[in-house]
């Protein structure tokens, strides 16, 4: 077997769809699975942070002030999974190059 063909059934092996993008972005987006689908570890962790401080401060009204900035940060993720696939994407076939 030829080092291409390897390094192509690796690609495909390892590339991101944006099919799973969305699907994980919309059932568990409050989770930021989405993000680390993406390898988006920092903002995936930040998104996750921010969203259980919400949820906990929303017992006393003022973890709405939190979620509210962090459901328009949910539905901006829903026009920005295009590019973060084809990044992702790019970022695998110049490692294995």
């Known amino acids: 077997m ?3 063909h390897e390094k192509l059934m690796r690609y495909d092996a390892e590339k991101r769809s ?3 993008a969305y699907l994980l972005w919309f ?3 409050y989770l930021a699975f989405h993000r680390f689908y ?3 570890w920092i903002s ?3 998104f996750l942070a921010l969203m259980g ?7 006393v009204i003022v973890g ?5 900035p962090m459901f328009l940060w949910w ?15 790019r970022e695998l076939i110049d490692r294995l190059r």
């Open 2 to 4: 030829s080092n291409s």
């Open 75 to 89: 539905l901006i993720d829903a026009l920005l999974i295009p590019g973060m696939v084809s990044s992702r994407n």
């Open 18 to 20: 944006v099919i799973i």
């Open 38 to 40: 993406l390898s988006r």
């Open 27 to 29: 059932f568990l987006g």
């Open 44 to 46: 995936g962790l930040i």
């Open 64 to 68: 709405y002030l939190i979620l509210a």
């Open 53 to 59: 401080i919400g949820f906990v401060l929303s017992f």
